[in-house]
């Protein structure tokens, strides 16, 4: 019998990657988006199949879309142009939309994982960063409405885990990036590889020397679903090892894109991590798992997708 699996954020980068894979395993997925930062563009293509639904709605309200077997919570803006812009809406949909997915999971007996993220490490102090480390993150700072939404989230997922004997699961994900990331959201690789793309001066902020590990989503989502069906309820790290300085992530993407740009060096923003590299030992010892797909061969994976969001505009 096929499992009925609910993915909010359906809309969003990774949660239509999800359900693409969900699909493929025999799932009847139901996606929830209120379309705030999501982009029905990126479920076009699932129109015409009859085990996929979209229901826009606000997580942030509570909510019944029927019985299910299995929710993924990706719901939350997450870029910081859209996290930035949308402060008090990242808080509330890391606080009242946790807490209303649990309460479902809780209702229909479901299992459950919970899209976390390496901002709860802040700016590290730790490095590389293990799952047991704390983290040092500002709560007042421009960053916080995103880092604190969700660090509440995992103390949420967590206490439904301990107090109601909810099944959870809490993946922190590290820099993704990939097809159906969108082309404006002032992320790394998509900022980079669109300035590229259009000739235009590739903007890095301070020296470039910060560092970023960058995991190719198809990676990603395999590490997110064998931790979905796994015996962990703790958080554990998914994301790519290989460490990156920002200035060697720019002359990749003019490698792979052969473009002549030059580099444009900017002000660093306030509290933007130094440091960011995934110690991913928990999740090659519990889940076998570990990416595949080197940055340079991501990159030209992904260089279609960005060719046609530039032509487009």
């Not at 479920?43 to 639904?53: K, N, P, V, W, Y």
């Not at 826009?56 to 929710?71: A, H, N, Q, R, S």
């Not at 990036?177 to 669109?194: C, E, F, K, T, W």
């Amino acid at each position: 019998m096929s499992r009925s699996t609910l993915v909010t954020g359906a809309a969003g980068f990774l949660g239509s990657h999800l359900c693409d894979a969900l699909l493929s395993e025999g799932d009847n997925v139901v996606g929830v988006d209120n379309l705030s930062t999501g982009n029905l563009a990126n479920l076009s293509h699932l129109s015409r199949d009859s085990r996929f639904s979209l229901v826009e709605l606000d997580i942030c309200k509570p909510f019944d879309t029927g019985k299910v077997d299995y929710i993924f919570n990706f719901a939350s803006p997450a870029s910081p142009i859209d996290y930035s812009r949308l402060g008090v809406e990242t808080l509330l949909v890391g606080s009242a939309g946790t807490i209303n997915t649990l309460d479902l999971a809780r209702k229909y007996g479901a299992g459950y994982l919970h899209a976390s993220t390496s901002e709860c490490y802040g700016d590290p102090e730790v490095h590389p960063q293990v799952e047991t480390y704390w983290g040092k993150v500002n709560p007042i700072g421009p960053r916080s409405v995103y880092d604190e939404a969700k660090r509440f989230s995992e103390a949420a997922v967590m206490a439904y885990h301990r107090y109601y004997g909810v099944d959870t699961h809490l993946v922190r994900i590290f820099n993704t990036y990939g097809p159906r990331l969108q082309a404006n959201d002032g992320r790394v690789i998509s900022n980079l590889i669109v300035q590229a793309l259009r000739g235009e001066p590739l903007t890095i902020y301070g020296d470039g020397s910060q560092t970023r590990s960058f995991c190719y989503v198809a990676d990603l989502i395999e590490g997110i679903l064998l931790l979905s069906r796994s015996d962990e309820h703790l958080p554990v790290n998914i994301g790519n090892p290989v460490e990156w300085t920002i200035l060697e992530c720019a002359r990749e993407i003019l490698a792979v894109t052969g473009s002549k740009s030059e580099i444009l060096f900017q002000d660093l923003p306030q509290d933007d991590p130094t440091r960011r590299r995934p110690d991913i030992t928990r999740a090659r010892t519990l889940l076998n798992w570990e990416p595949k797909i080197s940055l340079r061969q991501g990159l030209e994976r992904s260089l279609e997708y960005f060719r046609a969001c530039v032509s487009s505009r």
